[in-house]
């Protein structure tokens, strides 16, 4: 059977608002971890955002927390192999994962990066739902693919996040919303609604907000 995969839905106005709350409150980077024993203790739930190199990840943290430089500030060229904590209040952690899909990156440096990432999404119990952020231009690749599967194998939820919603056009993004839906159909982790965002717009953002509020 096809699993449909509708748009999340706008949230109520008092959950919507709540939400607005606890992302305009303190949020803080609290480091960098390059090794599974590096970890902050899981003593919160926490969400994470995958994606492929230049998805949206950072304007993505950015945009929901109302904070232009914070998640740029931590993901510095060179420091790309980091799993990026920020402490949402003391709720949960945003996970901002590095990258993937670096065709250029040393076999070895691919090889650790692949193994840390494994080893996160298979190992770590607090991790509620992992947002995979998929360029709205581009649709699942075969890199995706791959991460998606991983997914599947640690049955860790995870949730398509479309990003850069402004670049395109309406008839462009249905297209999309095709694509995606039809690449989902293979991955049982796969959270059955859709979430399209724009980090520079505002577009999708309330909606995300809310549905992390709602894990955490
Ligand atoms: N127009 C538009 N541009 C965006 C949006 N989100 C991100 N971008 C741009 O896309 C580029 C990459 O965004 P990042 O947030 O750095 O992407 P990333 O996934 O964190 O990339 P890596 O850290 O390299 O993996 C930047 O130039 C952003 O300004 C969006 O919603 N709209
Ligand atoms: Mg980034």
Known sequence: MKVAFPLAPEPEA???????????GPVDFLKGVVAMDGLPPADRPEVCFAGRSNAGKSSLINALTGRKGLARASNTPGRTQEINYFELGERAYLVDLPGYGFAKAPVAVVAKWQALLKNYLAGRPTLRRAFTLIDSRHGVKDVDHEIMRLLDRSAVPFQVVLTKADKIGSQAMADTVEQVREALQKHPAAYPELVITSSEKGQGIATLRAIIASLG
Do not use: P, S, Y
Request: glycine share 0%; no cysteine.
């Open 14 to 24: 008092e959950i919507a608002e709540a939400a607005r709350l606890l992302f305009a």
